[in-house]
């Protein structure tokens, strides 16, 4: 089975400027989560996305927005940037059941300069 | 407010010592709860979970963790610690399967 790919790996954006961060989930997984993961944090909820829609969001602004295709890849969107959106963002994909767990991408670095 | 806490933010050990990371959670009902590991380069990656039944999980690579609803902890437990356990451990609680939601994490360096 193949795992969680995200693209870029890494990536240099300027404050104020757009990106867009891409996720292809595990076959047979339908559900994508986002999370943002600081420098010696531990990874902080974005949103989830299942069957193409918005399914949850954490405790962040409009300007980070989401997409799921319906293959179930999923893209990352985040405007305006800003000097604290430098981070590591993951993408896990899982299917709903009790005890489900994620699989996790290897992420994108996000350097806002 | 709801969350995740990991009690220790790094832990140094020799190998061969024995390992226990806290972990606390404060949501109600029905969680799902996990640790994962990040291995230095490398994404996250499902150490061992727990939903129902036995509260005493095993995992891969000789990791166990305990269950106890009383306390709201899942601490996770290793005999013996290898150099090559050395890495970032999060634990995470998935509240009535919703998102996943992450303590802030433990790193554990292991000297040879």
């Known amino acids: 089975e193949t795992g969680v790919t995200q693209s870029p790996t890494h990536l240099i954006k300027t404050r104020g400027q757009q990106v867009t961060l891409r996720c292809s989930s595990q076959?047979?997984?339908?559900?994508v989560s986002w999370y943002q993961q600081a420098l010696g944090q531990g990874p902080q909820f974005i949103f989830q996305?299942?069957?193409?829609?918005?399914?949850g969001r954490g405790n962040f602004p409009p300007r980070f927005s989401g997409l799921q295709f319906p293959n179930y890849s999923s893209e990352l969107n985040v405007n305006a940037l800003e000097l604290d959106d430098s981070a590591l963002y993951l993408c896990a994909s899982s299917s709903p059941g009790v005890g489900y767990g994620y699989t996790f991408g290897s992420g994108t670095r996000l350097t806002v300069v | 407010a709801q969350s995740v806490s990991q009690h220790n933010h790094h832990v140094i050990l020799s190998e061969a010592a024995s390992l226990e990371l806290g972990c606390n959670y404060s949501y109600g009902g029905t969680v799902n709860l996990f640790w994962y590991v990040q291995y230095p380069g490398q994404h996250l990656q499902l150490l061992l979970k727990y939903f129902s039944g036995d509260p005493l999980v095993k995992g891969i690579k000789g990791f166990e963790a305990e269950f106890i609803k009383s306390k709201f902890s899942f601490n996770l437990r290793k005999p013996s610690v290898q150099w090559s356990d050395t890495a970032e451990y999060f634990c995470?609680?998935?509240?009535?399967?919703?998102?996943?939601?992450f303590g802030a994490g433990t790193r554990l360096t292991v000297k040879p």
């Open positions: 995470a609680v998935n509240p009535d399967n919703n998102d996943m939601r």
């Open positions: 076959s047979g997984h339908n559900t």
């Open positions: 996305y299942y069957r193409e829609e918005e399914n």
